[in-house]
């Protein structure tokens, strides 16, 4: 734990989380006590090798999954005591999600996917903030078209303004370039930086890109579903604390093969 846990600035704090599933007869630690936190408007990246959980530890933190142990504290709030509804409260309220997948409604339009949540949630500007998204994506001229009916990057870009349309305090982005080609990607990625940046958003957001891992406040690498090293600082405003942690347990090769900056 470092200095940072005090400051009044933390959103989201994680401790000792730990996540179990079955996998035939034996089980799978899949998460092995991770402990880590989010300020407030700060961007995170969370890399680590395929099967290292982190799509895992995402889900968690979003409080889309429970932990087997441990507990996510978001905006002071324990989601280990929260029920379902509670949890479903808090997520409307403050967390946003972009997954690798997109995962639009087929059968809506692209102005109707972002519409549509807020409508639900009773957000009173829902029309405008919609209208609003879609430009600030660059949709406007295809707002009207379903998924099938736009490219990659375009249905991507559709799940940004969706995610960032009710101002989440929080969003997490699973591999969000995984199925664009690079150039797409970029222009998606430029975009959830600009519309962090206006929102005051902290985002969280998983990647293999080591272009968009460059991009973060910070790094966290995960293996085995454990954190092997933080890496801090990106911009000369961090350059201060700009330094690896070695969390116990890990090898110190893993910190300094993985310089800052
Ligand atoms: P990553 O996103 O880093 O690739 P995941 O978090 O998706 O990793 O998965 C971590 C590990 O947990 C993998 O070994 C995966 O096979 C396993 N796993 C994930 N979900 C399930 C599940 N529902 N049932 C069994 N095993 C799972
Ligand atoms: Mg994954």
Do not use: C, W
Request: aromatic letters at 2%; zero cysteines; glycine letters at 10%.
């Amino acid at each position: 734990m470092n200095d940072r846990t005090s400051v009044a600035t933390t959103l989201l704090l994680a401790r000792g989380l730990v996540k179990r599933l079955a996998s035939g007869e034996r089980e799978l630690t899949v998460l092995d006590g991770v402990d880590l936190e989010i300020q407030t408007g700060e961007t995170v990246a969370i890399l680590g090798p395929s099967g290292s959980g982190k799509s895992t530890l995402l889900g968690l933190l979003a409080g889309l999954d429970r932990p087997s142990a441990g507990d996510v504290v978001i905006d002071g709030v324990s989601l280990a005591g929260l029920d379902e509804d509670g949890l479903a409260l808090l997520r409307r309220r403050l967390v946003g999600f972009v997954f690798q997948s997109f995962q639009l409604l087929a059968n809506l339009t692209a102005r109707e996917n972002v519409l549509l949540p807020l409508e639900l949630t009773g957000v009173r500007d829902a029309e405008r903030r919609t209208d609003e998204l879609l430009g600030a994506v660059g949709l406007s001229e295809r707002a009207h078209h379903y998924p099938a009916q736009l490219s990659g990057g375009e249905q991507q870009r559709v799940a940004l303004a969706r995610a960032f349309a009710p101002r989440p305090r929080l969003l997490f982005a699973d591999e969000p370039t995984g199925n664009l080609d690079g150039a797409t990607g970029e222009r998606v990625l430029d975009l959830m930086s600009e519309l962090q940046r206006q929102h005051g958003t902290a985002l969280v957001v998983v990647t293999h890109d080591l272009e968009v891992a460059g991009r973060a406040d910070r790094r966290i690498h995960l293996r085995d579903g454990r954190v092997v090293s933080i890496e801090l600082g990106r911009s000369p405003l961090h350059a201060s604390e700009s330094r690896a942690i070695v969390p116990k347990g890990a090898t110190s090769e893993s910190a300094t093969s993985e310089s800052t900056l």
